[in-house]
């Protein structure tokens, strides 16, 4: 303990004997990072940032959908368009027709946008820039192609499945008339026209006429037609039923697909807009200031302790 206390007061005394030197250099050093951290060397920049929550977005795999769209949101896809769209090669001062120019490019980027998923399933969007609407635009941005991006995977998908259902339709069709037409001509040879109807019909007015002791011509050329068809007609009457059901059916997820095709969603709900922000974030001048000014002070007291043990070794040796 006592060694601890002599340490101290050895400290203290180093201090005292230099207080000097420390308030000159807490001065000079506070003085140069609040200058050399002002709008003459360091240009401010300025962060906008956003909160989306997925919406409308179906899930095709184990993946949540915040994973799916922070996935979208860190694609190639998006980062480009957003690059084109502000010229960021040029805002960036980078020239992409040199050796690495694009990787670059793609670091700057990665640098100033910051896109991350928060503890509550949503995702977190951030851009700083030296000019405040135009992080704000890039934020704006982002958020629409990846609502365009979704749209367009999902109308892709939606052109395939209404594609493989059309063709389930466009088949149930043509059997419905190769059916038709074997009715049709059941009904225009044989005048067949709704077998269980006509066999009820038919039979009690062959019966009536049995009863009379007077034949019907009629009844008898009807009475043949059902005998020799009405099992044909009935079996393709039958079928027909079953393919137009099935047509029906398919007919109505047609009409789904195609409506899910033609309406415009927004698959993200944005819960923070992103707005031009008055504040810069950086560069936090006080925290440059307090850095500079702890960093001097140390790298001077340990000049100071240095310079003070050379001093003890000399005059030991001495």
């Known amino acids: 303990m006592e060694e601890y206390r ?40 300025y962060k906008s940032s956003a909160t ?7 899930s095709f795999s184990e993946e949540s959908t915040t994973e799916q769209i922070l996935q979208m949101l860190q694609s190639t896809y ?26 670059a490019l ?16 949503s995702v977190d ?10 992080a704000s635009d890039m934020v704006n941005e982002i958020i629409f192609q990846l609502n365009n991006k979704i749209s367009t995977l999902h109308k892709e998908k939606s052109r395939e499945v209404l594609r493989i259902v059309e063709g389930q339709m466009n088949s149930k069709k043509q059997q419905l008339d190769s059916l038709d037409k074997d009715l049709q001509e059941l ?10 109807i006509q066999v009820k019909e038919v039979t009690q007015g062959y019966m009536k006429s049995l009863a009379s002791g007077r034949g019907s011509k009629d009844i008898d050329v009807m009475m043949r037609n059902l005998e020799e068809k009405g099992g044909e007609y009935y079996r393709t009457k039958v079928l027909y039923d079953g393919v137009l059901a099935g047509y029906n059916t398919v007919r109505t997820e047609y009409d789904n697909v195609l409506r899910e ?46 310079n003070d043990f050379r001093k003890r070794i000399q005059e030991n040796r001495a």
């Open 52 to 58: 989306v929550y997925p919406a409308n977005v179906v």
């Open 261 to 306: 095709l033609n309406k415009q969603f927004s698959y993200t709900y944005v819960v923070s807009t992103p707005t031009p922000s008055d504040k810069k974030a950086y560069p936090v001048r006080w925290l440059i200031v307090l850095i500079s000014v702890v960093a001097a002070n140390m790298f001077l007291f340990a000049m100071v302790i240095l």
């Open 106 to 121: 793609y670091g700057m980027y990665r640098t100033f946008v910051s896109i991350a998923k928060n503890q509550y399933e």
């Open 6 to 45: 002599q340490s101290a007061l050895y400290y203290v005394r180093l201090f005292s004997k230099w207080k000097i030197q420390f308030i000159v250099i807490t001065v000079v050093a506070a003085a140069a990072a609040a200058i050399f951290s002002s709008e003459f060397f360091i240009k401010p920049r």
């Open 187 to 196: 009904r225009v040879k044989y005048q067949i026209l709704d077998y269980n």
């Open 78 to 103: 998006i980062r480009d368009a957003v690059i084109r769209k502000f010229s960021l090669a040029a805002h960036y001062n980078i020239d992409t027709a040199a050796k690495e120019g694009h990787a």
């Open 125 to 134: 969007i951030e851009v700083t820039d030296t000019d405040p609407k135009m």
